[in-house]
């Protein structure tokens, strides 16, 4: 796709004013499409008021240290990739670490960088040196159940962590509450939206990897929730909805290209599902002069999410604070470990039953928090990144955010 491609359009006043107002330096807005004129929004949303999760966050202890912690290695993680989101080496990573450090216990994490053999390799070996506990975070959920299997035979107990497996056998699930995260993701889409008054606006939808993934799939279903009955009624149009298959960023642009052109070249929004996957958006937008004149969602609250959000980019991300993720999930490897019933730890389970041929599964989901330019402070308040990182090279946007 060309920029030729795409005829550009005097702005309207109203739409000046918008722009003028929130733009953040792209080549302005296209009236390519044959659906309906171009309306000139702004990525840039100042939410006073944001969508809230009603998950409620658990007690933050740290997790106490283990009276007799065994000797040598006692939990083994597994985390996925490092490219379908930099949080596995931003945030779970050290924060597992720190959790199990600060409970006496030996961890031994291990990243299985996308690929399933190298997956099914670690928890052999993870199994081979004696962990009583298997922290999850699995590729897909087939070789994920199949590690449980293997694990369960040779009488390791496994979390799941972060994903589920469906079909699966563990006995307990730590995560956020993803539906939600995809209902937050939408309906901050159409806050934004409508802040700005757009009229019937036209909204790709960039879902994550569905085919692998479960959380994927429950983004994707808490998206559709706020925007289906809203395409219903004919308030907005979902242009379409495409799947990053595997969650494999590199696939993003091409994608969003396509979808992209078959809307005409222009759309008011997208609900991408991640940071990474937005950021490939941001990518072909700029490509059009478009980027910055489109609402666009995203999830992670990684620190290129965050300027995306602060250049006038990107309209939202999601913060999931990990660090509570892995607290919780510390707690119940340490109480597993232990012998202890994990009932008493002041931990609360879900209602929600995520595994129907898993019915024993105990999950708990944590409270993701829509994060727009007005809050991004919130997430360096929280302790998970730091200003210095989130700002450098991006200095003036931080000091007119007031983010420091
Ligand atoms: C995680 C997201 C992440 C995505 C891609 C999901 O399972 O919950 O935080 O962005 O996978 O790695």
Redesign the pocket.
């Known amino acids: 796709m060309r920029s030729s491609t795409y005829t550009f359009a005097a702005l309207g006043s109203a739409v000046v004013l918008t722009l003028a107002a929130c733009s953040s330096g792209g080549g302005g807005s296209s009236s390519g499409s044959s659906s309906g004129s171009a309306q000139g929004v702004s990525a840039t949303c100042k939410l006073t008021n944001p969508p809230k999760s009603s998950a409620s966050a658990p007690p933050t202890s740290s997790p106490s240290p283990v009276a007799n912690p065994p000797a040598g290695v006692s939990v083994g993680v597994i985390l996925?990739d490092t490219t379908?989101?930099t949080?596995y080496t931003l945030y779970d990573q050290p924060l597992l670490k720190a959790a199990f450090d600060a409970a006496g216990l030996q961890s031994d994490i291990q990243n299985a960088q996308g690929d399933t053999t190298k997956q099914s390799q670690i928890a052999q070996s993870m199994i081979g040196e004696g962990v009583k506990v298997l922290l999850l975070d699995s590729i897909d959920q087939s070789s994920g159940a199949a590690i449980e299997q293997q694990a369960a035979a040779a009488g390791v107990q496994v979390i799941d962590y972060?994903?589920v497996n469906l079909g699966g056998q563990a006995a307990y699930y730590v995560s956020f509450d993803?539906e939600e995260v995809g209902t937050l993701q939408a309906q901050t889409l159409v806050d934004c939206l409508n802040q700005q008054k757009a009229s019937k606006p036209r909204v790709i939808m960039m879902d994550?990897g569905t085919d692998v993934?479960n959380?994927?799939v429950l983004f994707a279903k808490g998206a559709n929730d706020v925007l289906k009955p809203l395409a219903d009624a004919k308030k907005l149009t979902i242009e379409s909805e495409t799947v990053v298959k595997g969650?494999k960023t590199a696939n993003a642009a091409p994608a969003f290209e396509q979808a992209l052109s078959a809307a005409g070249g222009q759309v008011e929004g997208v609900v991408a599902a991640?940071d990474d996957i937005a950021n490939a958006v941001i990518g072909v937008l700029q490509q059009q002069g478009l980027n910055g004149h489109v609402v666009l969602t995203g999830?992670?609250a990684q620190v290129e999410g965050l300027q995306n959000i602060l250049k006038g980019d990107q309209s939202m991300t999601i913060f999931?604070n990990v660090s509570l993720e892995a607290d919780a999930a510390a707690k119940l490897a340490i109480a597993l470990i232990a012998g202890t019933d994990p009932s008493t730890l002041g931990i609360t389970f879900s209602d929600k039953q995520l595994d129907p041929k898993n019915a024993a599964l105990k999950s708990v989901l944590l409270p993701p928090e829509v994060i727009t330019y007005s809050n991004v402070q919130d997430v360096i308040d929280a302790g998970a990144l730091k200003a210095s990182d989130v700002c450098n090279g991006i200095e003036k946007q931080c000091q007119e955010a007031g983010v420091k």
């Open positions: 996925p379908s989101s949080r972060d994903r993803n994550g993934d959380n994927a969650w991640n999830q992670d999931k």
